[in-house]
C-alpha cells in the first residue's frame, strides 16, 4: 500500500507556471506506474499524464502535450508535474495515482489503486 500526497497547487496567470509534486510513503514507490489526473466541478475525471516505474516511458493527455513534463524521483517518493503554458482550462483539482500493473500509459483512472487527495490549481484569466 502507498499513501499519496499533492503538493504545489495555487493561483496562477495565464501563461504562468506550477510544479506540483507527489510524495508517497512506503519503501515500495518504484514498483508503481503513477499517473495525474485532474477534476474541474461538474466534469469527469480527466487523465494527465502518466509514467513508467523507471521514469523511461512518460504519456501525456493531447490537452497538455507540449505544454507539461511528468518526471520522478524514486530515491525522494516522488512524482511531479511540471505545467508550462498554463490556461483556464485548467483550472482544476490535480490529483496523482499509484498504479501498480501499469507502464506508464495507462488513461483510465480505474486501472489506478490508490489516490491523493488533490491538490487545487486555478489559472486566472
Known amino acids: 500500500q502507498v499513501q499519496l500526497v499533492e503538493s504545489g497547487g495555487g493561483l496562477v496567470q495565464a501563461g504562468g507556471s506550477l510544479r506540483l509534486s507527489c510524495s508517497a510513503s512506503?519503501?515500495?514507490?518504484?514498483?508503481?506506474?503513477m499517473g495525474w489526473f485532474r477534476q474541474a466541478p461538474g466534469k469527469e475525471r480527466e487523465f494527465v499524464a502518466a509514467?513508467?516505474?523507471?521514469?523511461?516511458?512518460?504519456y501525456y493527455a493531447n490537452s497538455v502535450k507540449g505544454r507539461s513534463t511528468v518526471s520522478r524521483d524514486n530515491a525522494r517518493n516522488t512524482v511531479y508535474l511540471q505545467m508550462n503554458s498554463l490556461k483556464p482550462e485548467d483550472t482544476a483539482v490535480y490529483y496523482c495515482?499509484?498504479?501498480?500493473?501499469?507502464?506508464?500509459?495507462?488513461?483510465?483512472?480505474?486501472?489506478?489503486?490508490?489516490w491523493g487527495r488533490g491538490t487545487q490549481v486555478t489559472v486566472s484569466s
Open positions: 512506503g519503501r515500495t514507490f518504484s514498483t508503481y506506474a
Open positions: 509514467i513508467s516505474r523507471n521514469g523511461h516511458i512518460t
Open positions: 495515482a499509484a498504479d501498480p500493473r501499469g507502464y506508464g500509459t495507462e488513461t483510465r483512472w480505474t486501472q489506478y489503486d490508490y
